[in-house]
């Protein structure tokens, strides 16, 4: 596994983490200890992202543009061409 | 509104082209059960729903559906890379060919494009919730009898993922259903429409 596939992986699992509680959550929102989790996965999914975007580019519009001459965010590949 | 990112929900890296595999996965970006469907049906029933544990969920699982139809699509994608004409034709995938080339486009695998008709929206809350519970088993069954047809596991891994998606939503409406149910006054027995027959 490639160093940006090993990133890419924390961040999916962080994310993937936080998706399943949140969704438990709509039908729980009372839960205390999905809420304590949900702050968890949070945290780590913004860390993971945050180092991420600073080595391998935008995950999102709003991510840093690292690149000074053009908008790095129509750089290649997009998802469906690993 | 909604914000795109840049990254699949489940990583998919298929190294072998199987157009054959192509030509019935395809059902599930635009057939009956697929996650074209299933985006569209949530979010737009989303707008009726009288509870707010209930417009979460529809927000939610809609959304995912989204990305899970973009997985689909990554899959359908990475079968059709690189064929040669013999490859196309000896798969059986001309008449697909002959239309999109290798292009993707919502259909079930007999060829019939997608149609709203695979989904309802009914403005009432246990009609939606119910025919939601049946959406998530019909796709759950699309995807064991997909498993039943594929053996690479580049594209076995991702498949199961998402089998596994269908039945966390289908818990999570069971528990929608519930939280209809204990709403509705103890007179509504018949459980009719809470937010449209008052």
């Known amino acids: 596994m490639t160093e940006k596939e090993k990133l890419m992986k924390e961040l999916s699992q962080a994310q ?27 945290e780590k999914f913004k860390n993971a992202k945050h180092r991420y975007e600073e080595k391998f580019g935008m995950i999102d519009i709003y991510s840093p543009n690292n690149d000074e001459n053009k908008w790095s965010w129509v750089e290649n590949p997009w998802p469906w061409e690993a | 509104m909604f914000v795109y990112e840049k990254k ?10 199987n157009a054959k595999m192509a030509k019935f996965i395809a059902s599930q970006y635009g057939g009956p059960h697929g996650e074209l469907g299933a985006s569209l049906r949530y979010l737009s029933q989303r707008f009726a729903m009288p509870y707010e544990e209930l417009k979460a969920t529809l927000t939610d699982v809609g959304n995912e559906e989204l990305s899970h139809l ?18 196309i034709k000896d798969a059986g995938f001309e008449t697909y060919f002959v239309d999109h080339t290798t292009g993707i486009y919502p259909q079930a695998a007999s060829g019939t494009p997608f149609s709203a008709w695979s989904i309802a929206s009914t403005g009432d809350v246990l009609a939606d919730l119910n025919e939601d519970l049946a959406a998530e088993q019909k796709a759950r069954l699309t995807y064991d009898n997909i498993l039943r047809l594929v053996d690479d596991p580049d594209v076995r891994e991702p498949i199961k993922f998402l089998r596994e998606r269908e039945l966390v939503h ?14 509705l006054n103890c007179k509504n027995f018949y459980a009719f429409n809470p937010s449209f027959d008052k």
């Open chain 1, 16 to 42: 993937f983490a936080a998706i399943e509680t949140a969704m438990f959550l709509d039908t729980h929102p009372k839960d205390k200890k999905a809420r304590e989790a949900m702050k968890l996965y949070r």
């Open chain 2, 170 to 183: 289908y818990q999570r409406f069971g528990e929608c259903i519930r939280l209809a149910q204990d709403r």
């Open chain 2, 8 to 17: 699949l929900q489940f990583p998919i890296k298929i190294k072998n082209p």
């Open chain 2, 70 to 87: 973009e997985m689909v699509g990554t899959i359908l994608y990475q079968l059709t890379r690189n064929l040669s004409e013999e490859e």
